[in-house]
């Protein structure tokens, strides 16, 4: 069959409020033009995030009735384990409420002043954890991964001559090699099984653990089966754990590829690091057969890990963004190629040559979006990344509009829709002036800053 059709039905729904035109910029003005201030039920299509936005499925939910809700031991805790560990077969399985916490908890035995911290591009709660430890995160992506024209079918490789000469320049200062699949950072581009190995083996070489943040390992491992040669004939579970038995340890969010709305984890091999990361755990998000979860929403992770490998599934999403990006790339509208995991990047620099960075191209893009069509973004430029610690504006690399996509949620005629908003805002971007900001913290400024339209 040619059409790839949704591989679910709906059980539950949930329903969309649909509002005009003018409900939504007024709407969007008392938001001081950020998205993030929106309530949800003045979205018609939310693509702000992944993380935790997707749809359970109906044995999650009847897993949810099993959870066990035992302080200490509980059963829910060894279904969760297994599940994990059919997958990543690490040693210990450390259950964390978020993919941030297990991040802190690494850093709290791995960072500190003084050390450096390579991976391909760090998430930015990656980032944030190893610099609030005092320690230096550093991204060596490969070149390509910073173009957003390349063709390149594994755009989140680490750069291996960068990581070699990084680990004999820094030496004993650095305590662990990480990488991101798929490279979140990096416009969800994925990591081959080749690079994870030779990542590994370097590792090694330097006596370093290695750890993977594998908050998308199933979207990776879809991109490792299509493009990777060799691979075309194996399961994604054995691709999955071929990744991960080359690894050290690794964290998690269980918001992108476990189906949850909630949960995370960290997992290692060594039994010595494993006991610092369970005492941190318990000053900090709870007794390790629980971590900072319900028994319920183990038991949901658990059901999530046996779902999210199912190969129609990981088609069908694979699928949708290259819908969406062939359909903009038609109408002439610059997307990052190949399509990512979990999102669709439009290169509003490209697109808004007229709008100087520093008045913000893709936040224009993304508010002209909610405004035309309801649609929720997030700008990934100069508004998250513009602002220097020393308080001056300096343009980001690049100046993305990210469209990414709940788990399970939207169908294709939700796509359908996103593309005839973008037809629409094609035919009246060349008006668009750009915005300034009118207030703003001097921290992580993009979730509650302020914006005034500039005047036309
Ligand atoms: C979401 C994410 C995290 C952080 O996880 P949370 O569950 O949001 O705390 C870390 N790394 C990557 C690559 C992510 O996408």
Known sequence: ????????????????????????????????????????????????????????????????????????????????????????????????????????????????????????????????????????????????????????????????????????????????????????????????????????????????????DGCRFAENAWFIKQREEGQQARSIRDIVRDCFTIADGMTMSAKKDAFGNIGGWIAFNDDSVAEQARVRLIQTEGFPTYGGLAGRDLEALAQGLQEITDEDYLRYRIRTNEYIIERLDALGIPVVKPAGGHAVFVDAKRWLPHIDPLHFPAHTVACRLYEIGGIRSCEIGSVMFGRQPDGTEKPAAMELVRLAFPRRTYTQSHADYLVEVFEMLKAEKDSLKGFKITKEPNLMRHFTCEFAPLAG
């Not at 035992?70 to 969760?80: T, W």
């Not at 450096?116 to 390509?144: M, W």
């Open 1 to 212: 069959m040619k059409t790839i059709i949704e591989p679910f039905r709906i059980k539950s729904v949930e329903p969309i409020r649909m509002t005009t035109r003018a409900e939504r910029e007024a709407k969007l003005k008392a938001a001081n033009y950020n998205l993030f201030a929106l309530k949800s039920q003045d979205v018609i299509i939310d693509l702000l995030t992944d993380s935790g936005t997707g749809a359970m499925s109906a044995e999650q939910w009847a897993a949810v009735m099993r959870g066990d809700e035992s302080y200490a031991g509980s059963p829910s805790y060894d279904r969760f384990r297994e599940g994990v560990q059919a997958l990543m077969p690490f040693k210990h399985i450390i259950p964390t409420h978020q993919g941030r916490a297990a991040e802190a908890i690494l850093m709290s035995i791995f960072g500190g002043k003084g050390k450096h911290i390579p991976s391909n591009t760090h998430f930015d709660t990656t980032r944030g954890n190893i610099e609030a430890s005092g320690a230096e995160a550093s991204d060596l992506v490969i070149a390509e991964g910073k173009d957003s024209t390349s063709l390149h079918p594994f755009k989140g490789n680490m750069d291996l001559e960068k990581l070699e000469s990084y680990l004999e320049t820094h030496g004993d200062s650095v305590p662990i090699v990480m990488i991101t699949i798929t490279n979140n950072a990096g416009g969800g581009q994925p990591v081959s099984l080749e690079n994870l190995r030779a990542v590994s083996e370097l590792a090694k070489k330097h006596g370093k653990p290695f750890i993977i």
